[in-house]
């Protein structure tokens, strides 16, 4: 369910220790909502950085304030294409050391993925039927590269 940011105030108002919120924190401007309607020190987030992995992105370098806070430039820093960020994550899991689990791998890419996947039911097909040998998974990204790189071909042209 949702987070209860009025039980959160109250917590925050019964001790003196820092209290950090957790919940409904899909977008920056949730960040400085549920501060304001808190007073906690910070906010941390689980579910809705699945879904946007960049979600504290450029938070500390381009203040709302700003003058140019609204140029594409910004934007971009702030909200960049869920494309970008699943081929950038698929870079970080064929970086690591361990291996990540075929199934982690994939319900990362459809969570991150979500907004262009609605539209691009095809696309949601494939990334569903990939299969990756558990013992391949680092030579089976490339599946996901493919399909990844199709999303972006595709809203470059729209």
Same mark, same amino acid.
């Given at each position: 369910?949702?987070?209860?940011?009025?039980?959160i105030?109250?917590?925050?108002?019964?001790?003196?220790?820092?209290?950090?919120?957790?919940g409904?924190?899909?977008?920056?401007?949730?960040?400085?909502?549920?501060?304001?309607?808190?007073?906690?020190?910070?906010?941390?987030?689980?579910e809705?950085?699945?879904y946007?992995?960049a979600?504290?992105?450029?938070?500390?370098?381009?203040?709302?304030?700003a003058?140019?806070?609204?140029?594409?430039?910004?934007?971009?820093?702030r909200?960049?294409?869920?494309?970008?960020?699943?081929?950038?994550y698929?870079?970080?899991?064929?970086?690591? *050391?361990?291996?990540?689990?075929?199934?982690a791998?994939?319900?990362?890419?459809?969570k991150?993925?979500?907004?262009?996947?609605?539209?691009?039911?095809?696309?949601? *097909?494939?990334?569903?039927?990939?299969?990756?040998?558990?013992?391949?998974v680092? =030579?089976?990204?490339?599946?996901?590269?493919?399909?990844? =790189?199709?999303?972006?071909?595709?809203?470059?042209?729209?």
């Amino acid at each position: 369910g949702l987070a209860d940011w009025d039980k959160i105030r109250a917590v925050k108002q019964a001790v003196s220790v820092p209290v950090f919120a957790n919940g409904n924190i899909l977008y920056q401007s949730d960040i400085e909502a549920c501060l304001k309607a808190t007073g906690c020190d910070a906010v941390m987030s689980a579910e809705g950085q699945l879904y946007n992995p960049a979600l504290f992105a450029g938070i500390d370098q381009i203040p709302p304030d700003a003058p140019d806070y609204d140029s594409d430039r910004h934007i971009l820093i702030r909200h960049p294409r869920h494309v970008d960020l699943a081929l950038e994550y698929l870079d970080i899991v064929a970086e690591l *050391e361990t291996t990540t689990s075929v199934g982690a791998i994939k319900g990362h890419l459809f969570k991150i993925m979500r907004p262009g996947l609605g539209k691009e039911t095809d696309l949601r *097909e494939r990334l569903g039927k990939v299969k990756i040998d558990a013992k391949k998974v680092k =030579e089976g990204l490339k599946w996901y590269r493919i399909i990844c =790189e199709e999303m972006k071909e595709r809203m470059d042209v729209t």
